[in-house]
């Protein structure tokens, strides 16, 4: 299954499908393997692992590696900074689907109050008449109980 929840095709590849090794996902990146190497030990960019231990990267680790080396030497931002800030945009991420999952649930559970609400109105009783307060001075309402006889 995919993060929506549905079963994919275990063949049909993604950008988060593990498949470069680390010499190609080097030459992809424009970095060098022992580079990739040292962001895996500081936990900047983790690939997942084969059976025999070898790194395979995805399209995202790559675009990611791409996007510390820009932090490191475009903003000169250093390794502990550029971790922080991988971090909390994946806290932002997760937190953006959280969101989105909870909005789904407030409008279902608005749609099923509105059904709810729509049976109760249906199941009065259409034979009583709502009472209005009759706002006339000139109004007299005499009663009298009847005698017993």
């Known amino acids: 299954m995919d993060r929506s929840g549905r079963s994919r095709n275990p063949y049909e590849l993604t950008d ?3 498949v470069y090794v680390i010499s190609v ?4 990146s ?3 393997p022992q580079t990739l190497r040292q962001y895996d030990r500081l936990g900047l960019v983790s690939p997942d692992r084969t ?11 790559i675009e990611l590696l791409r996007t510390v080396q820009q932090l490191s030497q475009d ?3 250093n390794l502990a ?5 991988i971090e909390l945009e994946n806290q ?12 789904a649930a407030v409008e279902g559970a ?3 109050m509105q059904q709810r609400e729509a049976q109760v109105h249906a199941s009065y009783r259409r034979d009583l008449v709502p009472y209005q307060d009759v706002q006339q001075a000139s109004a007299l309402v005499v009663w009298r109980p009847k005698r017993p006889e």
């Open 92 to 103: 932002v991420a997760a937190l953006q689907q959280r969101v989105a999952e909870l909005s």
């Open 30 to 32: 424009g970095l060098h």
């Open 51 to 61: 059976p025999g231990r070898g790194r395979r990267y995805s399209a995202r680790d």
């Open 25 to 28: 996902a080097a030459q992809l």
């Open 110 to 112: 608005a749609v099923a």
């Open 16 to 18: 988060e499908s593990p």
């Open 81 to 85: 900074g550029i971790k922080r800030i």
């Open 75 to 77: 903003e000169g931002i």
